[in-house]
């Protein structure tokens, strides 16, 4: 689904001669008389305040204060974040937050060039509408692998509360969607069936956060697919979805978890486990019978005080996927193999990525990545004759004659290699990444870039 989808980690890590002192040393708990907000920028005072979850009558101490720190800092609004205490006749403190807003907003190129998926666009993008956090963006892209236009709005804090969120995103899309022969170990695998796809689609997600780490959140999503026959000149031209009047995939997804991530100047520490049930039926207005189950772990480790260990591992599992909804693997997803080269129901992936500084031009800084992309894939049981049809009969998943079924059979490739970051300190969004990656199975490099932020 297009998302705007942000390269790197966020903004580089200011050098500590560069930020003034966080706190006042407190010497013991003390009761919040008035709190101070000091932001010269666009972010208004009371989104401030929301985000530092103290206010007059609560008790605050060096713990805290170092805690709403970190919390205005990992909302990536601001470049520079003090809080200190200015203690008062009476035993209790005034709270000051003094904040150095970033440029919130970014017209910026998108680019996509990698195996199988080349091409550009244009992208806006808002991270602090009206001062109030709200976010908003809008692309639209011409690539081999996929074109749209998408449109995005996030509130982060709705009412006022950092614990509920709202999020509303629209896209029109067509997919161009190449299916290879199985196997990693190709030097060039070849494209057997190619199929164009087209979408319109519409959601709605509202989440809700509780002790600033336990997450839950549900999602309606309303979508339109048509297909096209296939390409007469592919070695394949059964229809892998039928071509007729479009159908009707709608869906509601919940997701469950803890996350405890930080990003703080471009370094992630902090844990994030969750699992997601998702279902279409056509007791949510769906023309298709399916299901979809996700466990995610997601963890940043920072050593040395700029570098950073960022692991990600995710098992999925689906049941009667259709052709649109089918899991793939490859490109951005497994580094050092075509884009979408691997297709199934049921998908395992751990990737691992080391990042570290290596200089900085005034306000523009260089990081470099080394990473390791694994993964398996496979379709558990094929129907019989090779076709997955729905209640009237029309095909939702045609698959290829050498498909095999069975996690005996599963593909198993991994990728590694390494690659190079940018960012600007004082910009909401990272400006470039570049990656060269080897596929370890059939031993060829290949080369992804990004730059600003990509549809995709």
Do not use: C
Not at 156 to 166: D, E, H, N
Not at 195 to 201: D, G, K, Q, W, Y
Not at 251 to 274: K, P
């Amino acid at each position: 689904m297009l998302a705007v989808a942000l390269l790197g980690l966020g903004a580089p890590r200011a050098r500590a001669q560069d930020l003034p002192p966080s706190t006042s040393g407190l010497l013991g708990p003390a009761e919040i008389a008035e709190v101070v907000v000091d932001s010269p920028g666009k972010t208004k005072h009371g989104t401030i305040s929301s985000y530092a979850q103290l206010g007059v009558g609560d008790t605050v101490d060096d713990v805290e204060l170092k805690k709403v720190e970190r919390r205005l800092l990992s909302t990536g609004l601001f470049q520079d974040v003090r809080v200190r205490t200015e203690p008062l006749p009476d035993g209790r403190v005034r709270l000051h937050l003094e904040v150095k807003d970033k440029a919130s907003w970014v017209v910026a190129p998108t680019v996509a060039l990698s195996s199988a998926n080349t091409g550009g666009g244009l992208l806006y993008a808002e991270n602090n509408l009206a001062g109030r956090a709200k976010k908003l963006a809008a692309a639209a892209q011409v690539s081999t692998g996929e074109s749209g236009i998408f449109v995005g709005y996030l509130d982060p804090l709705v009412f006022g509360l950092p614990q509920l969120k709202f999020s509303l995103e629209g896209q029109l899309r067509s997919d161009r969607v190449d299916e290879y022969l199985p196997g990693a170990s190709q030097d060039d695998p070849a494209i057997v069936r190619r199929t164009r796809l087209n979408s319109a689609s519409l959601a709605g997600e509202l989440g809700f956060i509780l002790f600033e780490r336990v997450r839950a959140a549900a999602k309606y999503r309303l979508a339109s697919i048509d297909a096209q026959s296939p390409d007469a000149e592919k070695p394949v031209t059964e229809q892998a979805f039928s071509v007729g009047p479009s159908m009707r995939d709608t869906s509601l997804r919940f997701m469950v978890g803890l996350d405890s991530r930080q990003t703080l100047h471009a370094v992630t520490e902090g844990l994030n486990l969750e699992g997601s049930y998702e279902v279409s039926v056509p007791g949510v207005w769906s023309e298709f019978r399916y299901r979809k189950f996700g466990i995610l772990y997601r963890q940043g480790l920072r050593f040395f005080s700029e570098n950073n260990l960022v692991l990600r591992g995710e098992l999925s599992v689906g049941k009667d996927l259709p052709f649109h909804q089918e899991l793939v693997m490859g490109g951005g997803t497994l580094r050092g193999f075509q884009y979408r080269q691997f297709r199934g129901d049921t998908r395992l992936t751990f990737t691992a990525e080391y990042h570290f500084p290596l200089f900085s031009i005034k306000s523009l800084a260089f990081r470099g990545v080394g990473f390791s992309d694994t993964g398996l894939i496979a379709f558990r049981e094929l129907p019989q004759g090779g076709t997955l049809r729905d209640a009237n009969g029309r095909v939702i998943r045609g698959y290829l004659p050498e498909s095999k079924s069975g996690l005996d059979n599963a593909t198993v490739a991994q990728g590694v290699g390494a690659g190079l970051r940018l960012y600007l300190s004082n910009v909401v969004l990272p400006l470039l990444g570049v990656d060269v990656a080897y596929g370890v199975n059939s031993g060829q490099v290949r080369v992804y870039l990004v730059a600003g932020v990509t549809p995709s």
